[in-house]
């Protein structure tokens, strides 16, 4: 019996799970778990499929992160969710501030608050249980329990640089960490995204972080050269190969090889029409030349929609060098979809495949590296993350 | 005066026995205009029971159709009416129900571009909205127009009603300054609601309009009912007015309307920097004019260095009385547009407010108008007073 | 003393609308709240003793805005939150 491929799907309404048992051709389509929160992320443990963990809010309520060691049929919550340290003060100005929705400032200092628990990601494979969540406002959080309890990451929550790196304002999803990547070579050499704030990186296990964006375009800054500020949308580390690192920025696509620390814009090879604007980016698991991106409208005021109503998918088998449209089973016209940065994943299938969720609720997938597309679920809330899990 | 007729008077016998209505009462009922925003399911028996009770220009707010759904507790419209327009419909049945009385038909979406004027036509305003982004348009449309706005919201076996915005009392911004981000909250179609609490909530609704047109007992003002149908309670919270509320506090932010659905669309796409904070950063508003930004320090040096520059203060005059910058030109973004003629296009113009927001709505009327020299000072007189000169009082 | 219970948060209660706890303030009634049902006092509290922004506390039926509001035992407690259905 072939295996079963699940592609699991957070949305702005809850979680759901997506089955095929027979080899990608059809799918079902589960009954929502948490129906009515919103479901930022939703991740299985490569390590140990059976945990899963799920970063969470609801309308009136604060932040959670939930966590499942059978599968996801049942759920628990965090007894420790993501919070920052208590800041001493921090309640006279709180009651002070009361009826008033701004952020609490003692003394000049922000008493932060996790707004929301936004990206995660799994651990080290020598770390079982491990797991790291990024918020908004940016901090980054570890779980050494399969998510049951979470602890600041100090080394970064409260780097020296941290204000700086943060000061730059909110995007209108919030200020967002994202896109944790840890090499899998070795467990403390670790990257991480804030849109804005730039690409940093940390080769002692998160103890200290550095900026991470020369060559990497900031056209909205006035100094283009800055160290940090630049807006990054999604980075990935090839599993293979991981000196290869790619990243969909507010400005552009880019690809770094190390040990250089500068980004090579490989966006500019995308057709001009199109331009190298979007959320996500996918990598080929078995080959770092190989990449796919989702493009959308970034022209004055930031649709982020489909160029001229087209969606379509890039790919490129060389490194950035060029790119190929990917477009056959997708709508020819008149669709404006919106692909958020987790909306877009791959399986470890042969061959490669790739999945995509729009904010409008479909989820496209195709089992043949991009060729051709058929959508497998419509109706769904807006969708915030894809990710896969495969069981036997 | 409107005098009752002969039927009138027939017809709202029981009403004219009550001593606390009687004639009088009923000739204001009759006078009164009461606008219904919303015929779903609060609106149903609010309409219903205010048409019957006599209220003499009934206008009911909606732009959807009847959907089968709807028939669980929208008891206006009948079975065979699925697929037909709600005011339509609504017009229909309340003009059967009372044929003495006047319904204005309104079929569009509750848009801040249409709120005020809508609303200016009416005495009395019942919100039997079904989403958080019309209900505080609503709201803030109640207060800027200064009429009184029946609330009542229900969901699962749960309702609430209260009196805003009414003889200097508190309104829903009061108790909740922002609404909850984009759809995030369960609506009736997602959480599911008890037909009949959308019947006891919206009566309520009409008895509390009826008795702020007559002036008589003590109206919800001040206080939020709640119902539980379970346990079968009500129970009331008490509302104080927030000095601090956004809409009808001592130093409102909000002044105009702005429909939330927009604020929240945006916010539901991350990744899109909106502002930065090096020195002559730019920002780019919700429309993506470029705007530039001057940081109260750099203010500061280029004030100091005798630069000749326009510092324009665009906040409301008890705001400015508390304290300005020295040598700013004040003209409330209100009165903008009819004093441009104060300004002079050439020079440099930096425009603050408390925090940045009406600057860089002044900034997009200047640059509307042909002016191009102009800064947004980053944080208004809030950053000033803080990095500048803390002497500065900031209301 | 008697706390009320919003439909959102009724997930940590066994569904339960009306709940008993203790405390002689505030904080600590919220503190007891939390050790009877984990995890609710977080998601109206956070992690600075901010009432977060569409969760209100009514003590005998008023507003509470300080948390070390002191309580003598017998107090009606709501917690509410804004409704937006009609």
Redesign the interface.
Request: hydrophobic share 30%; proline share 8%.
């Given at each position: 019996m072939a295996k079963t491929i699940t592609v699991l799907v957070g949305t702005r309404k809850g979680a759901f799970f997506l089955r095929s048992n027979d080899s990608r051709k059809t799918w079902q389509l589960s009954e929502p778990t948490y129906l009515g929160h919103i479901v930022y992320h939703l991740v299985a443990d490569p390590r140990d499929p059976k945990h899963l963990v799920m970063c969470t809010k609801a309308g009136h309520l604060g932040p959670t992160v939930y966590y499942s060691e059978d599968g996801g049929q049942s759920w628990s919550e965090s007894s420790t969710p993501p919070q920052f340290p208590k800041q001493q003060g921090a309640e006279e100005a709180k009651a002070a501030e009361a009826g008033e929705s701004k952020p609490n400032e003692k003394n000049g200092k922000k008493a932060r608050v996790v707004e929301s628990v936004f990206w995660l990601s799994p651990g080290h494979a020598s770390d079982p249980g491990t797991w790291y969540v990024g918020t908004n406002p940016p901090g980054i959080f570890v779980s050494k329990d399969h998510g049951k309890t979470w602890q600041p990451m100090t080394g970064f929550n409260e780097h020296p640089m941290y204000s700086k790196w943060t000061e730059m304002g909110e995007t209108p999803g919030g200020q967002l960490l994202h896109s944790i990547n840890i090499d899998p070579r070795d467990k403390n050499h670790i990257y991480c995204g804030i849109s804005v704030g730039g690409v940093f990186e940390s080769t002692d296990g998160g103890a200290d972080w550095k900026p991470l964006n020369k060559g990497c375009a900031a056209d909205f800054m006035p100094d283009e050269d800055a160290d940090f500020g630049h807006d990054p949308h999604c980075l990935v580390m090839h599993p293979k190969n991981p000196d290869r690192i790619y990243q969909q920025n507010h400005c552009g696509i880019y690809r770094m090889d190390r040990p250089s620390n500068e980004w090579i814009r490989i966006g500019k090879n995308m057709p001009k029409e199109i331009g190298d604007i979007g959320f996500p980016i996918v990598v080929d698991p078995n080959n770092a030349d190989k990449a796919w991106v989702f493009p959308m409208d970034g022209s004055d005021v930031w649709p982020r929609t489909s160029p001229g109503g087209k969606p379509a998918v890039y790919v490129t088998s060389n490194a950035g060098e060029s790119w190929e449209r990917q477009d056959k089973g997708l709508p020819p016209e008149k669709a404006y979809f919106t692909v958020k940065r987790q909306a877009m994943c791959g399986d470890a299938e042969q061959p490669f495949g790739l999945y995509f969720g729009t904010s409008q609720g479909e989820v496209w997938a195709s089992a043949d590296e991009g060729e051709n597309w058929s959508c497998i679920v419509r109706y769904l809330p807006e969708i915030f993350s894809l990710s896969i899990v495969a069981s036997d | 005066m409107d005098s009752l007729s002969r039927t009138e008077k027939i017809r709202y016998s029981r009403h004219l026995l009550l001593p606390e209505i009687g004639i009088a009462g009923q000739e204001k009922l009759k006078q009164a205009k009461v606008l219904i925003i919303g015929a779903g399911g609060l609106g149903s028996p609010s309409s219903l029971y205010l048409a019957a009770a006599g209220i003499g220009t009934l206008g009911i707010v909606d732009f959807d159709l009847i959907d089968a759904t709807n028939l669980q507790r929208q008891v206006l419209y009948d079975t065979d009416a699925v697929g037909k327009s709600k005011v339509q419909m609504a017009k229909e049945r309340l003009s059967r129900l009372n044929p003495e009385i006047t319904i204005r038909m309104h079929d569009q979406r509750f848009s801040a571009s249409t709120a005020k004027e809508l609303i200016a036509a009416y005495d009395i305003v019942i919100d039997g909205t079904d989403n958080f982004s019309t209900r505080y348009l609503v709201n803030d449309a109640c207060v800027l127009m200064n009429k009184p706005n029946v609330y009542g919201s229900i969901f699962r076996f749960e309702g609430q009603s209260s009196v805003f915005s009414y003889a200097g009392g508190p309104c829903y911004r009061c108790l909740f300054p922002e609404p909850p981000e984009g759809d995030a909250i369960p609506n009736c179609a997602e959480g599911g609601v008890l037909g009949v609490i959308a019947g006891i909530i919206g009566c309520i609704q009409a008895n509390e309009c009826i008795k702020i047109i007559c002036s008589i007992g003590k109206t919800l003002k001040g206080r939020l009912l709640l119902f539980d149908s379970l346990a079968m309670s009500f129970d009331e919270l008490k509302i104080d007015r927030n000095p601090k509320c956004p809409v009808c506090g001592n130093l409102p932010t909000i002044t105009e309307l702005r429909d939330q659905d927009e604020i929240c669309a945006s916010q539901n796409q991350p990744g899109a920097p909106t502002a930065t904070t090096n020195s002559n950063r730019v920002s780019t508003t919700k429309e993506s004019t470029v705007m530039k930004e001057i940081t109260a320090i750099e203010l500061k040096k280029e004030l100091s260095s005798g630069k000749e520059l326009v510092v324009l203060d665009v906040r409301t005059p008890p705001e400015v009385a508390l304290g300005r910058l020295e040598s700013c030109v004040h003209i409330p973004l209100q009165e903008l547009n009819q004093r441009l003629d104060e300004l002079d296009k050439e020079k440099d113009i930096v425009v603050y407010c408390k925090s940045g927001g009406r600057s860089r709505r002044a900034i997009e009327v200047l640059q509307n108008h042909g002016f191009k020299h102009l800064r947004n000072l980053t944080g208004g007189i809030t950053a000033w007073s803080f990095e500048v000169d803390p002497s500065i009082v900031v209301g | 003393m008697k706390i009320?219970i919003?439909?959102?948060?009724r997930s940590y209660t066994k569904n339960e609308?009306?709940v008993e706890s203790h405390g002689s303030s505030v904080r600590e009634l919220l503190q007891n709240l939390d050790h009877a049902y984990?995890?609710i006092r977080?998601?109206?509290?956070?992690?600075?003793?901010?009432?977060?922004?569409?969760?209100?506390i009514?003590v005998e039926?008023?507003?509470v805005?300080?948390?070390?509001m002191p309580l003598k035992g017998n107090e009606l407690v709501?917690i509410?939150?804004?409704?937006?259905?009609?």
């Open positions: - | - | 009320h919003p439909s959102p948060l609308s009306i984990p995890g977080f998601r109206m509290i956070d992690e600075q003793d901010g009432i977060r922004q569409h969760i209100r009514f039926r008023n507003q805005t300080d948390l070390s709501h509410i939150c804004a409704l937006s259905g009609g």
